[in-house]
């Protein structure tokens, strides 16, 4: 969820957005709460720099689809493609794939040690994917969630906003 475009906002508040716990010690100068308005460390800011500010990383995916011909034919196949594949929120994780498979598993495969914390949500369009319902393995430098039984939340074309929170 993003901060409040207006009123009073506490550093609690930016500590919670920033994925900390609600009444731990924090500063305006940790880094995740920072990295809510990407400001350099030891800057000065304001409260009001943060109205608005999401710890959220989004991106918009164009659907793509693949086809696989066997006997000899090529395969046939449109990728699609993200707008941004690097989470920020998720210390700079690259996606390296983001996927419905045979018409069960939903699967999300980083090229980086993720671990199985600091986010709580997938959501794709409208759909949203509670990180807790996925199995997660960490193994040959990827990091693989899993999501199943699930419907195809991409559809057949067009573009879906990706979120992750």
């Known amino acids: 969820m993003a901060l ?5 906002i506490s550093l609690d508040d930016l500590h919670v957005e920033a994925g900390g716990t609600s009444g731990t010690q924090c500063s305006m100068n940790d880094s995740d709460i920072r990295g809510l308005v990407s400001a350099a460390a030891n800057s000065q800011m304001t409260f009001s720099s943060f109205y608005g500010a999401s710890s959220a990383w989004t991106a ?30 998720l210390g700079n994780a690259p996606i390296l794939d983001l996927y419905h498979n045979a018409g069960t598993n939903l699967n999300l495969v980083f090229s980086a040690n993720v671990p199985n914390s600091g986010w709580s949500t997938l959501t794709i369009g409208s759909t949203v994917f509670s990180r807790a319902s996925a199995s997660y393995i960490y193994q040959f430098g990827q990091t693989f969630y899993t999501w199943t039984p699930v419907s195809n939340p991409f559809g057949s074309s067009g573009t879906k906003t990706i979120t992750i929170a």
Do not use: A, H, R
């Not at 409040?4 to 009073?8: C, P, Y």
């Not at 995916?61 to 929120?89: A, E, K």
């Open 4 to 8: 409040q475009t207006s009123g009073q």
């Open 60 to 89: 918009t995916m164009t659907v793509g689809s693949f086809i696989n011909q066997f006997f000899g034919y090529s395969p046939s196949f449109s990728m699609g493609s993200m707008t941004d594949l690097t989470v920020d929120n």
